[in-house]
C-alpha cells in the first residue's frame, strides 16, 4: 500500500535522518585548519543556515565561541539540545546583523545558494563582510550551476523506529538564469505501507566566476576542491567548490 500525503511538515523532524551520511567532523577540522592558517585568531563563529546544530557541536568541542542563525524554529530547538552552550537567532542571513564583530563565519551543506537570488545573495555576502572583524573568515560551499547534471542524485537509506527511510536528492538547472532546484524525495516504508514526499526548493543558481565576482568587491577569495581531507585548489570542470574567503579592509 503506499500513499501520497505529505510525509512531514517540519523538516527537522527528519534533518538528522537525512544528513546521517554527512562527515560533520571532517568539514568542520577542515574549516578549523583553514582559521588557524588564514585567520586572525580569534574564535568567535557564526554558522548560517545552521539547521539542527552539528557543525556548532564540532566547532564547539574545537575551543569555538560558537552561534547559530536558521530561519526554522523547530530547527533551532533542536539545535539548542545539542549545543546548550550555544546562542541560537532564528532569522534571514540576508539580513544579518550581529551586535557583536565575528571571527569566523560558516555556511555549510550549500545552504547560501537558499539566497534564492543573485541580488539577495549579493546582499548576503555584503552582510557577511559587515559583520567580520578584521581578518575574519568567511567558509562555505557552493555548487557551480554550469556543472549542474540534472541526472545525477545521491541517495542513502536507512533504518530507524521500526521503519525504513530513502531519502534522495539532487540539483536541478534549467540551463538559463538565476535560479536553479535542490529536488527531495524520501519514503518511509513500515510494514506494508509506504509514504512518500517530495518537494523541489528554489536556490541560486551561479556560476563559479559570477561567485568570484561577486566575493571580489569584499574579500580576497581562494576557490579550493571540495575535499574535506586536503587543501588542493579548484581543479578545471569541478562542480563543487569549498569557498574561504578572507575579509578585505574596509
Known sequence: MSTS???YTDLSCYYDLMCADIDYASQSQMVHRLHQLFGNGGNRH???ACGTGPHIRQLLDLGYQSSGLDLNQPMLDKAKQRCPEASFV???MCALNWPEPLDLITCFLYSLHYCASL???????RQVHQQLATGG??????????????RLSQQHSTNTDNSLFHFESGWYY????EQQQLQLAISRSTGDITEQWQD????????FSELHQL????????????DYEKIVPLQPNSGNTLVLCIKKPG
Do not use: W
Request: proline share 6%; net charge negative; glycine share 6%.
Open 5 to 7: 500525503n505529505a510525509l
Open 46 to 48: 557564526l554558522d548560517l
Open 90 to 92: 532564528q532569522g534571514d
Open 119 to 125: 541580488a539577495r545573495l549579493n546582499q548576503c555576502i
Open 137 to 150: 573568515l568567511f567558509c562555505f560551499n557552493a555548487v557551480d550551476k554550469q556543472q549542474i547534471d540534472n
Open 174 to 177: 534549467p540551463g538559463t538564469g
Open 200 to 207: 523541489s526548493h528554489p536556490m541560486v543558481a551561479v556560476s
Open 215 to 226: 566575493l571580489e568587491p569584499y574579500f580576497e577569495t581562494i576557490l579550493l576542491q571540495h
